[in-house]
């Protein structure tokens, strides 16, 4: 999956046009907050131990500054509150399509890719 066409609005939602044709809409406060990271989701260690993160209040009004392509599978994207570390794959960022018909195929909720 890759996307044909990428765009940011003035608000700051950020709208990717796959190949497919589907146009997937996100906001940038659930994106931010979907940040794929080891410091924001946690990480496998040593003989199986998780270290979980240290949970940072994200600001409702975070805006996207810099999106950058990661090879052929996935995006970059420096947000306003300065984080960086995240790389949402294609896949990744497919799964959290925020648009009305992607909603309603999953029953209006996302928890399962968290």
């Known amino acids: 999956m890759e996307p044909k066409e990428l765009s940011v609005s003035d608000g700051g939602r950020i709208s990717i046009l796959w190949l497919d044709e589907h146009k997937s809409i996100y ?18 260690g040593i003989f199986g131990k998780y270290y979980s993160p240290k949970k940072e209040a994200i600001s409702p009004d975070v805006q996207p500054v810099e999106i950058q392509p990661v090879g052929r599978y996935g995006l970059r994207i420096t947000w306003s509150d300065g984080h960086d570390l995240g790389i949402f794959t294609f896949d990744y960022l497919r799964a959290l399509c925020e648009c009305e018909v992607c909603q309603a195929s999953s029953g209006g909720k996302k928890s399962d890719i968290d």
């Open 27 to 44: 906001s940038p406060f659930n994106l931010r907050n979907a940040c794929p990271c080891a410091s924001c989701k946690g990480e496998g």
